[in-house]
């Protein structure tokens, strides 16, 4: 009897490794994978960087390449360590070591223990973001949870209308369109408490001026799989094929789509998808867009990293009738940005300060709808961590990020906004 209730344990033991073992063997490791920056010094040298992004083997870029003197960030398998070395002495492009380890900033960056409850010393997993979405609802006449859309998984798109009063004109506001950008909805988190709960004036005058649609994961698929499996993920998880999987969301919206810094390669990270909306999550989403799409005059994304404030269009480097306008309240709210913690941003037009790129949110909103107000934010750092933002900067993240939106709408309102100009 003893014998075989010695055994019964050990089987359980055993069947509990195992298990255990497989849910480790499962999550991608990241051991002595580098990040590199480089900063390209010709057009021949970006050219040779490009190419380097159709091969998925090894390579992955966190920064892409765009034009002389803005920096590439790229990150290296170790079994790619000596053809990328090989390459960099070739062209003899100008690089340096960024992250060591990118396994022991994900070991650094990601918290083994959580706390029970919501807060923003950690990075939350989607579960206990909806989960507080829920409870905020349930606490406050103020806020109404939102299923905008659903995903390939089959999960809901949820996000909240945080309103105090009736016939306000509405902001909409994009988080974590990005799966591993976890900043994003960290930061979209923390700006809903503020709105609902801060004592600041400032801040309580924004809130209730306005309606607020805030959707603090586009990408729950995406979100979850960082946090299951693959930390580095981007995309959604859609199979597009065999062998790859998820198409890049922001890339996915049917304006111009495909007209310029996007893939039509699944393998990609900046893959179109087959189709404009070929993804339930961008197409759900722009039905429920267009179905409030009176009720909001500005739209702002959140995305990671860089500390950029950029504004539409990303097809074209033309400049949109309201281009000064845009730019003189995103330096507005940069400047208010900075105050707090001297946190650096740049503000332009996103084809000029980032890269082109066709098929986001951001130009959706503007070209279909014609919003006055289309910003993107890339949120820290500027790369010392890139995607691997350590969890204590969710606060200071979320404090200058707010300070910089209560700017930006002062200046908005000084101008006329939410009159169409
Ligand atoms: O490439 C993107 O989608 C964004 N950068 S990220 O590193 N977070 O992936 C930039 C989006 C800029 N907006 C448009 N291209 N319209
Ligand atoms: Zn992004």
Redesign the pocket.
Known sequence: MLLSCKGIIMWKIIVLCTILGLAIAEKARFNNYKVFRIIPTTAAQVEILRELEEISDGFSFW??PSFVGRNVDLMVAPHKLPQFYEIMAQIGIPHQIHIEDVQALIDETTPMIRSKSFDFTNYQPLDKIYNYLDELANNSDKVNTIIGGKTYEGRQIKGVKLSFKANNPGIFIEGGI?AR?WISPATVMYILNELLTSNNTDVRALAERYDWYIFPSFNPDGYVYTHTTNRMW?KTRKPYGLICTGS?P??NWDYKWMSG?ASSNPCSE?YAGSAPFSDIETKSMSEYIKSIADKFDAYISF????QLL?F???HTTEHLENYDEEYAIGSKAIAALKQRYGTEYVTGN?AET?YV??G?T??YIKGTYGKRLSY?Y?LRDRGRYGFLLPPNQIIPTGEETLDSLVAMFKEAEARGFPKKN
């Open positions: 920064e892409t990005h950008e981007r890049d922001n890339r810094g900046t995305h990671s990293y860089s950029m539409p269009y990303g996103i980032i790129a066709s986001s951001c130009d993107t890339e």
